[in-house]
């Protein structure tokens, strides 16, 4: 299951009456904006949250995948034919909308750096579709279940928690229960394959200090979990063995590899401090080729020089 961030503004109630989210597949200069073609990328089973000015209002379930289909009159004045991307989806309301600024302290640590549907300012990027990670749809099913699920009125509370789950009406609990679980389990399943083939490469040892007690070593992805794409999130060359200092200070940024396994030192840490840090200055690993492209990727984006 993959979960994705629908903008939808005006369109909303159209195409929740219609069951459905639709995208063209060029736009007037026959190109075919990431935002559009997403769409393509909808299996059944998938799981949206729709951004409606400013909020998260629904959620919904992918009922199939991604067809081709013309854009449905109901969105159309002209009768012009537009040539697009349909998925049909079974949406569930909330009652109480998620407001995207008023959460933003929570939300936008997991943003991805590339194809993040919010900017730096809470507000809503241009475009239709933009991906979601698992780490932030947990957090957003956290958030609605906390407004939505667990702020029961009085009349609820005389109920037991099995008779307020059995209440038919309300079909989001089973929906945000499932996709919430479903998400877990798939980063369980990732880190745990990740670390599995990474340990052998770095010989059970952290990289930087050759600590080798397992109960204090990290996988430490240098691409993290939220900007990689499946593949690299399994990728055993997307990362390194690090004992819990070595990997807070790589996840922090802190600490950096070049494409030659050199060491950098963020200038938040003084010189004087290195050692009590366990940081040798000029240190320079055995890395794999593989290792490269995320070295530099990490140095680049998470590094603070
Ligand atoms: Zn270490």
Excluded at 162 to 176: F, K, S
Excluded at 265 to 291: C, H, T, W
Aim: with cysteine.
């Amino acid at each position: 299951m993959n979960s994705f961030i629908v903008m939808q503004g005006d369109t909303y109630q159209i195409e929740k009456d219609l069951g459905m989210i639709w995208s063209p597949k060029q736009d007037k200069g026959g190109n075919e904006p990431h935002s559009w073609k997403r769409i393509t990328e909808v299996n059944e089973g998938d799981q949206f949250f729709h951004y409606v000015k400013g909020n998260i209002v629904a959620v919904s379930i992918a009922s199939e995948g991604c067809k081709e289909a013309c854009k449905p009159s109901n969105l159309e004045s002209s009768n012009e034919r537009i040539e697009g991307y349909l998925v049909n989806l079974e949406y569930h309301d909330l009652e109480v909308p998620v407001n995207v600024r008023d959460k933003f302290k929570e939300i936008f640590p997991l943003l991805p750096i590339k194809y993040a549907p919010f900017q730096k300012d809470a507000n809503g990027n241009p475009g239709y579709l933009y991906p979601c990670n698992e780490e932030l749809a947990i957090k957003l099913l956290e958030l609605i279940s906390e407004l939505n699920i667990y702020q029961v009125n009085d009349e609820q509370l005389e109920l037991t928690i099995d008779e307020v789950r059995r209440t038919e009406r309300n079909t989001l609990i089973p929906v945000i229960t499932e996709t919430e679980s479903e998400a877990k389990t798939k980063m369980r399943w990732g880190e745990q394959k990740f670390r599995k083939d990474l340990i052998p490469l770095w010989k059970g040892k952290c990289a930087l200090c050759a600590i080798n007690l397992s109960e204090v070593l990290k996988a430490s992805h240098s691409k993290p979990w939220k900007d990689s794409t499946n593949i690299e999130r399994v990728d055993p060359y997307n990362g390194l063995l690090l004992c819990s200092n070595h990997d807070a200070l790589y996840n922090e940024g802190l600490i950096a590899f070049d494409g030659q396994g050199r060491l950098h030192i963020s200038s938040v840490i003084r010189n004087e401090d290195y050692v009590m840090y366990g940081l040798a200055p000029r240190a320079k690993l055995q890395i794999y080729f593989e290792n490269k492209v995320y070295f530099k990727w990490h140095k680049k984006y998470i590094f603070r020089t």
